[in-house]
């Protein structure tokens, strides 16, 4: 419980209702319970991708100018594009099977710093995959209400953003379990009304096939070839949301079921089928009925009007009241990618040490919080500003997905070339990933082109920005570890002549025989792992202390983040570093011929486990002080408290509270 809990005990009942209760860490099934499989993965991560079939087809057609015929062949390319890329991620998946999203695909296949440039524009496009996913939700829900009730559009949107931000704090299961419903009542509605309204069509099968004839005909009379050509070309292009979300799977490994590589192919195979039906569908569909853009409601509602238009009227606007909003819920459901891989991407990079360490945390829910509300402020911030519309965050949207699309398929590229003549059926490995690029570059350049008049710019400035933000975070990081080192190696040295020079140092004696002096006071440190901030504050109290403590008992915490809990052996693994750590600061005790005790756990929140093991300590020693060391820098700077944790002051403020000492010794840094 937080010291706030303590505080306010209504605030612990009320995170236990909307949030939930802690999850057991120690709970050896907890990764099975808390896992997808593939249908829910389906849901969770393939969301993105199918309700890109609301906007990225309707985006399509809009460029088509008219000539509405010409919608199957984009169509048909849109189809061979989504089995392409989703075909290539699957390679991705299969040589990444802890998680290959394109920042890691970028970091191992080129080099660190494309990694980083892909990971920067995936957390953006995220933000613009939760902000354009729930304004298209908006947008057809409000199609079946009235112009005047409009101005709610915003509003509604907005709060659908919190309602998504408190599921994602509860966990990824539940909140992707909870929203099943949704998606089988989407999928179940947009399957029927497509296949009617084909069907329909195809009862007078001739007719439409002259009409479709005459049409293309009369497009390549009136703008040649090459300008019917140039208009199909950029449809495409400008469709070029309907990928998005494809390389979802590969980047939420993590939370797919064992064995992870079969769970993620199998949601990868659903989500090109099903999209690709949608997609191809829906264009058919357009181009059969001629649908016409409308300024209040979406082409998707259009369609649904004109379809059922002879139904009864109860029947027809029951359906498609029924079907929107399924539509407009399962883009909010969509939003989840976002809110799932986004803070991910940014752990990743937090451990990597692009981004601010504290984004790699998790919660006592065993989700990365701070990455889940950073996704969901910028969001609503970036709603607000754009007014919830999905024509300017469609211009936004495209371009950084395709950045990450381009880098992860050259990286696969260049890691075929490299293995060529070592892997069996590399030549077809490499052509997959190969087509994948030029089509993916292809649409990168285009819609840059085309877009960034529009508006594209604006994702590009952000993106760059994000990028020297990353870059300067990176350098800061760097020198800081090269400055600890110094600080490890000082106080090693320190140690050394300590115990050289020491004359009641007995070099003979048995260290591991040092026995629990009751008569002196006891020391008890707290120390983040074997380093310059333990032994540096371990050699400060022989030196303003001298003669006082025996005794020293060094508490190590492990804090569990995103790297590490990833399954069931990388925490065991991690639980004997953290003992490691313990035994080796022992043995420095014992060499200075003090009594030596190092006591460990793990968990999210490092105050709370040192305070539950002080209250158990401070009865058994009374007689005792804790110490603790704190990184300062010479210069201080204003992104300082957000890099660094200040984890001791926690401490302090919660042991002053009880009225337990504890002494902090500066470690300066310069």
Not at 506 to 535: C, M, R, W
Not at 601 to 606: E, L, M, R, W, Y
Request: aromatic share 12%.
């Amino acid at each position: 419980m937080t010291e706030a809990e303590e505080s306010f005990p209504f605030l612990a009942r009320f995170k236990n209702i909307f949030i939930g209760r802690a999850k057991a860490i120690q709970d050896k099934s907890i990764f099975h319970k808390l896992s997808l499989v593939a249908f829910f993965a389906w849901i969770g991560l393939g969301a993105d991708g199918i309700t890109s079939s609301c906007y990225g087809p309707e985006e399509a057609f809009r460029n088509l100018q008219g000539h509405s015929m010409l919608a199957i062949f984009v169509g048909l390319g849109t189809v061979f594009t989504i089995f392409i890329i989703s075909t290539s991620y699957g390679q991705i998946i299969r040589l990444f099977p802890h998680g290959g999203g394109g920042y890691l695909v970028g970091s191992k296949l080129l080099s660190p710093t494309v990694g980083m440039i892909s990971g920067c524009a995936l957390i953006i496009d995220y933000v613009l995959t939760i902000t354009i996913s729930v304004s298209s939700g908006s947008d057809a829900l409000f199609s079946f209400f009235p112009a005047s009730m409009q101005v709610y559009k915003l509003s509604v949107a907005i709060g659908g953003v919190c309602l998504l931000i408190l599921l994602n704090l509860r966990g990824v299961k539940e909140s992707v379990v909870s929203l099943t419903p949704i998606f089988v009542v989407f999928m179940a509605s947009h399957v029927f009304i497509i296949i009617y309204a084909i069907a329909i069509k195809a009862g007078d099968f001739q007719t439409v096939s002259i009409e479709t004839t005459n049409q293309v005909h009369a497009s390549i009379n009136q703008l040649g070839i090459w300008g019917t050509l140039f208009i199909i070309l950029k449809a495409y292009s400008m469709g070029a949301g309907t990928f998005t979300g494809i390389e979802a799977v590969s980047n939420g490994m993590p939370i797919l079921r064992e064995p992870k590589v079969k769970t993620a192919n199998k949601t990868m195979v659903l989500m090109a089928f099903s999209l690709s039906f949608l997609v191809m569908g829906l264009m058919v569909a357009y181009a059969l009925y001629n649908v016409q853009i409308s300024e209040h409601k979406t082409l998707n509602a259009v369609l649904f009007d004109n379809v059922t238009a002879h139904w009864a009227p109860f029947w027809s606007k029951s359906f498609i009241l029924t079907t929107l909003i399924s539509e407009a819920a399962l883009l909010f459901v969509a939003a989840q990618t976002g809110f799932i891989d986004g803070p991910r991407i940014m752990a990743n990079m937090a451990i990597d040490k692009w981004f601010p360490k504290k984004f790699a945390s998790l919660s006592d829910r065993l989700v990365t919080m701070n990455g889940v509300l950073l996704m969901g402020i910028s969001a609503i911030l970036l709603m607000a500003l754009s007014r919830g519309s999905v024509q300017l965050l469609v211009v936004l949207y495209s371009i950084n997905v395709f950045i990450t699309f381009s880098i992860s398929q050259l990286g696969m590229v260049r890691h075929w070339w490299i293995e060529r003549g070592k892997l069996p059926h590399w030549r077809k490995k490499l052509s997959i990933n190969g087509i994948g690029f030029i089509l993916t570059t292809f649409i990168l350049i285009s819609v840059t082109i085309i877009k960034f008049g529009e508006g594209g710019w604006i994702t590009l400035v952000i993106t760059g920005l994000f990028i020297l933000v990353a870059i300067n975070i990176k350098k800061h990081y760097f020198k800081t570890a090269v400055r600890l080192q110094k600080v490890r190696q000082q106080a090693l040295s320190e140690l050394h002549e300590f115990v050289v020079h020491n004359p009641t140092y007995d070099q003979h004696k048995n260290p591991e025989k040092v026995k629990f002096n009751p008569d002196s006071k006891t020391a008890i440190i707290l120390v983040s792992g074997f380093g310059g901030t333990g032994l540096y504050t371990f050699l400060r109290i022989n030196e303003n202390f001298k003669g006082i403590y025996q005794n020293y008992i060094f508490i190590r915490i492990g804090v569990i983040n995103s790297k590490i809990y990833r399954g069931s052996e990388e925490l065991e693994h991690f639980k004997h570093s953290v003992k490691d750590d313990g035994r080796k600061y022992e043995r420095i005790a014992n060499q200075f011929g003090f009594y030596g005790k190092s006591m460990w756990t793990i968990g999210t929140d490092p105050v709370n486990e040192v305070y539950q093991i002080t209250k158990k300590l401070t009865r058994l020693l009374p007689n005792s002080t804790f110490f603790g060391g704190q990184l300062v820098f010479s210069k201080t700077f204003f992104m300082s408290q957000l890099l660094h944790n200040h984890t001791i002051f926690s401490i302090q403020k919660r042991f002053f509270k009880f009225g337990i000492p504890i002494v902090i010794f500066p470690i300066k840094i310069e």
